[in-house]
């Protein structure tokens, strides 16, 4: 019979009384360290945007990383919309691995380009070990950039998607990647470069869609140029 009100006895203690007390007063100041922070967050983000200086990156990547739904929202009612928050976290991401990437050899690198920036003319043939193979035939500007990589010594493709990615990784092993496309292709290709512990630099299309995008083809030889004696630039049309 002891045993059987044991239990009751324990949790109606002023002990455990206490210790629950002492608990939601904890989880309490935590949420209350949490909105502050994210609040915090928030502001420096929207002050870094439209100053265009990024600040604290080193500070902000890992606490955005645990806290990114909270600092969202604040991000929102502070008038940064998403695709801004988006924008802001690859250039962090970018930054941070600035260091990294140019210490690794140009040959050891590979630039990833999406399908939707060839022509809708494309005569180029998909094949499952290089993606698309460019033949340069002039119906659209990658044609004028993909020689500068390649004779830079980039390894370069043009792939339909991230499971490319992928397959080529594992196949020719770079040590760093250079991933074009969307925001959000771009923010996922910085995730999968930080699961499988590969330096990462994103260029985000100038457009969405999936045909016949557009790009900044400027800032695409500028992140190849990171560690490099001499800027890449792309050839232009006689």
Known sequence: ??????????FDSPVWNSIVYLLGELVIIILVLWVILSFLIGCLIALSIKKKKMYLPKLLRPVLTLMEGTVRLFCVMLGVDSAQLMEFLIGIDNQMNYSAFAKVPVE????????CLRSAKCPARLSPDVGISCISCGKCPLGDAIPVLKDAGYMTFIIPGSTFIKRLVKKYRPQAMIGVGCLMEVKEGLALGRKISMTTIGVVTATDGCVETTMNYDSLMQAASIGLEKPLKKKKKD
């Open 1 to 10: 019979m002891i045993a059987e009100y044991l239990p009751v006895a324990l």
């Open 108 to 115: 050891k690198r590979a630039v990833f380009i999406p399908l």
